[in-house]
């Protein structure tokens, strides 16, 4: 993570680990889910907003019902989400995301994300949600927030045999920083406050 | 279901039973779970609102990676859900759930509902979104959306030794009844659209 003066912050579980400027990422210990999760826990104990991730989808098969315990799961499998994984409400607002992380420094893959979250992120988009990803450059240590609408373009464009993937600068560009918070982590409601404020400027043009 | 007209409408899957109005309900094979993901993949096929159930919490312990097929879980335990288990958007509102079935007629029990699942509705209504629950007594073929602000002052007049149950009559008058809808089933946005002419109402006073 960068911070505005330039230094970087360690967690405390990384202060026994050997210094290392290539493993720091790692050493964190935490993905950008992890992050995110922190960031949501503490957005609802700080009554902000109320953001979850939603749960893995499982087809469960077989069940084992042992007399006075709890019931096993003995069979089950993964199902894709049919949706993103994130959702919630922020001043009103219906906020829809999904979170990626990549060890490209130049571009996100569009590989990254699935059809039908594309089309998910469009339903959204269309009954006026806040519908955005959240990309992580792991190499980087950048975080971004970047709204569907971006996504969607360039998804459209890939199926006309476009380019495959969303370039670094057009993210710095288009996207807005998330900021670390020592607390919140991935502090992406500061992020998302400066997409509302440019949604109230169009507005008011 | 009851319909306008007085006349019950019965799905393809009940003919071949015999008929018996004590077992209509269980005879068309839907429970509330069913009509609600109806409801919801029928509105979504028509562009009217993004709403999905929420995948059943699990906490996975075992997994299996067999060669060449599919993860297997192999162990996991049911986890109790920390939200309610509908959420989506529509016409730019945040609409979050709950939907509960009772087998009695007088009244809705509480007990239905778990404490923390209280504690989200107050949550989402703080963040300006609209949070209801649908009750259906199944026994009357009746269900209802009702305003989380109601379900609210009956859980805090029960935790200060008030009763335990939401009376019918109550929900009847303050609740919205849900239409009967061939293809969307619990077509609870007509009940949710007087929720918000109501709103819209409230605000111009």
Same mark, same amino acid.
């Given at each position: 993570? +960068?911070?505005?003066?330039?230094?970087?912050?360690? /967690?405390?579980?990384?202060?026994?680990?050997?210094?290392?400027?290539?493993?720091?990422?790692?050493?964190?210990?935490?993905?950008?889910?992890?992050?995110?999760?922190?960031?949501?826990?503490?957005?609802?104990?700080?009554?902000?907003?109320?953001?979850?991730?939603?749960?893995?989808?499982?087809?469960?098969?077989?069940?084992?019902?042992?007399?006075?315990?709890?019931?096993?799961?003995?069979?089950?499998?993964?199902?894709?989400?049919?949706? /993103?994984?994130?959702?919630?409400?922020?001043?009103?607002?219906?906020?829809?995301?999904?979170?990626?992380?990549?060890?490209?420094?130049?571009?996100?893959?569009?590989?990254?994300?699935?059809?039908?979250?594309?089309?998910?992120?469009?339903?959204?988009?269309?009954?006026?949600?806040?519908?955005?990803?959240?990309?992580?450059?792991?190499?980087?240590?950048?975080?971004?927030?970047?709204?569907?609408?971006?996504?969607?373009?360039?998804?459209?464009?890939?199926?006309?045999?476009?380019?495959?993937?969303?370039?670094?600068?057009?993210?710095?560009?288009?996207?807005?920083?998330?900021?670390?918070?020592?607390?919140? +982590?991935?502090?992406?409601?500061?992020?998302?406050?400066?997409?509302?404020?440019?949604?109230?400027?169009?507005?008011?043009?």
């Amino acid at each position: 993570m +960068r911070y505005p003066n330039g230094s970087r912050k360690r /967690t405390a579980n990384t202060s026994t680990s050997p210094p290392s400027s290539k493993k720091d990422y790692s050493n964190r210990g935490m993905t950008l889910e992890e992050d995110i999760n922190a960031a949501n826990m503490y957005y609802v104990a700080r009554n902000l907003a109320s953001v979850h991730k939603k749960p893995t989808p499982v087809q469960i098969v077989n069940v084992d019902y042992p007399k006075r315990s709890a019931a096993v799961i003995k069979e089950a499998y993964f199902k894709q989400a049919s949706t /993103t994984d994130y959702n919630g409400v922020y001043k009103g607002y219906h906020v829809d995301f999904e979170a990626k992380e990549t060890r490209n420094k130049t571009s996100f893959p569009l590989s990254n994300i699935h059809e039908h979250q594309v089309t998910h992120m469009e339903q959204v988009t269309n009954h006026c949600g806040l519908s955005f990803i959240i990309i992580r450059f792991s190499p980087l240590e950048e975080t971004y927030l970047l709204e569907s609408k971006y996504v969607l373009d360039f998804w459209k464009s890939k199926e006309k045999g476009g380019r495959k993937s969303i370039p670094h600068a057009f993210i710095k560009e288009n996207g807005y920083h998330i900021p670390f918070h020592f607390q919140a +982590r991935v502090d992406y409601l500061k992020a998302l406050d400066k997409v509302l404020a440019k949604l109230e400027e169009d507005e008011h043009v």
